[in-house]
């Protein structure tokens, strides 16, 4: 029995943009595909992780301030992820999703 060689594991180069209503991330992540691709965001930290033809692809980033998760937009391509975070603005009405218990 034969096992597949494990991809290596790298931490993309990100370019992180700090703008007054959001933060822009701009990783390079080649060959990955949309489909390939995760992002999370676990409370104060995002998660990316991805695998490509020649290696897995994993960052995270703690977060210095709230983000509005309902805003957040991410585009891969040509192997380059852009990713939008907006800030969340002070006073904001968030709402609430009820679930039926």
């Known amino acids: 029995m034969t096992t597949a060689p494990q991809l ?6 990100v370019d992180v943009f700090a703008q007054d209503d959001a933060f822009t991330l701009v990783a390079d992540l080649p060959g990955v595909r949309p489909a390939d691709l995760t992002l999370r965001l676990e409370g104060q930290v995002l998660v990316m992780e991805a695998r490509g033809p020649s ?12 983000v509005d998760e309902q805003g957040l937009h ?9 990713l939008t975070l907006p800030r969340l603005r002070a006073g904001a009405a968030r709402v609430i999703p009820v679930l039926e218990a």
């Open 55 to 66: 290696a897995r692809y994993r960052r995270t980033f703690a977060l210095r301030a709230p």
């Open 8 to 13: 290596p594991v790298i931490e993309p180069d």
């Open 74 to 82: 991410a585009a891969l391509r040509d192997g380059v992820l852009t």
